[in-house]
């Protein structure tokens, strides 16, 4: 069997100039770094759905290490609402994420726009 032998068909194949400036180009960053949170905060956009009271400051950067379970006592206390009154936080419209669930982990799978999107309401919306 004979060997194939692979060369550059390139003009510039010989060029070192051409070498040099094709090596000096900044590498692509991956989706994986661009997906991750500036310094050690995440940017959470809470959005109101149905009946529920509607937050004047929608935006807030909360530390990329809380917890989720700490979300429901952050939007209590911006909302007002007391420990009775139900309220639901739904991830992308979509589900309910674990108490224990790291935002820096939510925010690399789900992020929007570097944002993590956050829905809430009073009642029951989705699944």
Not at 67 to 88: G, M
């Amino acid at each position: 069997m004979a060997e194939e032998k692979i060369t550059d068909s390139s003009p510039h194949a010989e060029d070192p100039r051409v070498l040099s400036s094709q090596q000096e180009q900044p590498k692509q960053r991956s989706s994986a770094s661009l997906a991750r949170p500036a310094g050690d905060k995440v940017r959470v956009h809470f959005q109101a759905v149905g009946s529920a009271p509607i937050m004047r400051k929608n935006k807030f950067q909360i530390g990329a290490h809380e917890r989720f379970a700490t979300i429901p006592k952050f939007l209590r206390k911006q909302l007002r609402l007391d420990e009775n009154t139900p309220l639901f936080v739904y991830c992308n419209s979509a589900f309910c994420p674990s108490p224990d669930q790291r935002l820096q982990d939510l925010y690399q799978c789900f992020q929007r726009s570097n944002e993590l999107v956050l829905n809430y309401c009073v009642q029951e919306a989705w699944g």
